[in-house]
C-alpha cells in the first residue's frame, strides 16, 4: 500500500514567487511517485509530464490560465482512484490529512499523482523573463480581477479531474462544529468543481462524513443546516446520497492529537470517562484542532 507523506497544501489567497528548482523538485517527486504511489495505466515519463505543467504556464501572465491550459498535463498523468477509496473534503484539510496518510483509509488528492507532484509548490509565469516564469514575485488570486489564477485553476482542474475518475462509493469530509461557516458551502470547490463531475453510472454512493471537534457541541448534524442544502444538491445529480456523523475512525483520528483529552475521546467504558488520565500525556502546547475553518476549497 502507498505511504506518500507529502501533505497537500489547501490553495491559499497570497502565494509568493515560482519555488525555485521547480523543475528538478517535480521530477523528483514523480519518480517517487512512481515508486511508491499507486500504479498507474499506463507508464508516465516524467520529462513528458513536465512539459505539459510547464506549458500551461510559462511566458503567461498569471491571471490568464485557465484549467483548460491543464488538460495536457492531467491527460498524462491522471489515474484512476481505486474504487470506493475517494475522499473529497470542505474545512477539513488537517483532518483529511491524517486520515488518508497512508493511503490506507481513503484516496484524496494528496495521493492523485497530478497533484502530488507539485504539492506545496508555487508557480507562475513571466511575459519578460527568459526563463518563462517569475522568480521575484506572483499575482494572487482575486475572483473579481484575477479570476483566472494560474494556480487557483490548477487546483480546481484537479478537483474536476479526481472526481471525474471517482468510481464506487464517494466520501465527503465535513466539520459540523465551524464556527466562520457551515459545514456545506455552494462556494466550496466541492460545490463547484467536484460534485458537479461524479458520474451517476459510476459512482454508487455519496456519503457526507460529519465530523466534531472533540469536545464540541455539534453546530450541525445530517437533517438540519446546510447538510440538508448538501442531500438536496446530491440527489439533484441523481447520485445516492447517505450521512454519517463522527463515525469511529475519523472520531479516533480527531482525537489522538489532543493533550488533554475531553470526555468524548474517552473510548473505554463511558463510567470511566471522567477519570482523569495522566500518564503518556503530551505538553498542553501540542494540542491541536485537527479541522480548519478554512473553506477554500
Known amino acids: 500500500m502507498p505511504r506518500l507523506y507529502l501533505l497537500l497544501c489547501v490553495f491559499t489567497l497570497t502565494l509568493s514567487q515560482t519555488t525555485p528548482d521547480i523543475e528538478q523538485s517535480f521530477f523528483g517527486r514523480c519518480e517517487y511517485f512512481k515508486e511508491f504511489g499507486y500504479a498507474q495505466p499506463m507508464p508516465v515519463v516524467c520529462s513528458t509530464a513536465w512539459n505539459p505543467f510547464f506549458g500551461a504556464f510559462a511566458h503567461k501572465d498569471p491571471c490568464n490560465v485557465t484549467m483548460a491550459n491543464y488538460a495536457s498535463f492531467f491527460n498524462v498523468t491522471g489515474q484512476v482512484p481505486p474504487r470506493d477509496m475517494t475522499m473529497l473534503w ?46 521575484t514575485g506572483c499575482k494572487s488570486y482575486d475572483p473579481v480581477t ?43 470547490f466541492f460545490a463547484k468543481f467536484e460534485l458537479p463531475n461524479l458520474n451517476p453510472n459510476a459512482v454508487t454512493l455519496v456519503e457526507a462524513i460529519v465530523a466534531l471537534t472533540p469536545g464540541q ?15 438536496t444538491d446530491v440527489t439533484n445529480r441523481g447520485l445516492n446520497y447517505q450521512c454519517t456523523m463522527n463515525p469511529p475512525l475519523v472520531r479516533h483520528a480527531s482525537c489522538g492529537f489532543y493533550a488533554r483529552q475531553p470526555a468524548s475521546c474517552n473510548f473505554r467504558n463511558p463510567l470511566d470517562a471522567k477519570k482523569p488520565t495522566t500518564k503518556h500525556r503530551r505538553p498542553a502546547a501540542y494540542d491541536r484542532i485537527y479541522m480548519q475553518q478554512d473553506d477554500s476549497i
Open 90 to 135: 470542505s474545512g477539513t484539510q488537517d483532518l483529511k490529512s491524517i486520515f488518508c496518510m497512508d493511503g490506507i483509509n481513503c484516496y484524496d488528492n494528496s495521493q492523485f499523482m497530478p497533484s502530488y507532484v507539485v504539492g506545496e509548490m508555487n508557480w507562475c509565469g513571466s511575459t519578460s523573463d527568459p526563463s518563462g516564469m517569475n522568480f
Open 146 to 188: 484575477c479570476p483566472n489564477h494560474v494556480t487557483y485553476s490548477f487546483w480546481a482542474a484537479a478537483s474536476e479531474q479526481l472526481a471525474l475518475r471517482s468510481t464506487g462509493r464517494v466520501r465527503l469530509l465535513l466539520n459540523g462544529t465551524r464556527t466562520t461557516g457551515d459545514a456545506y458551502s455552494r462556494n466550496s
Open 217 to 231: 457541541t455539534a453546530k450541525e448534524t445530517c437533517n438540519n443546516g446546510s447538510l440538508v442544502t448538501l442531500r
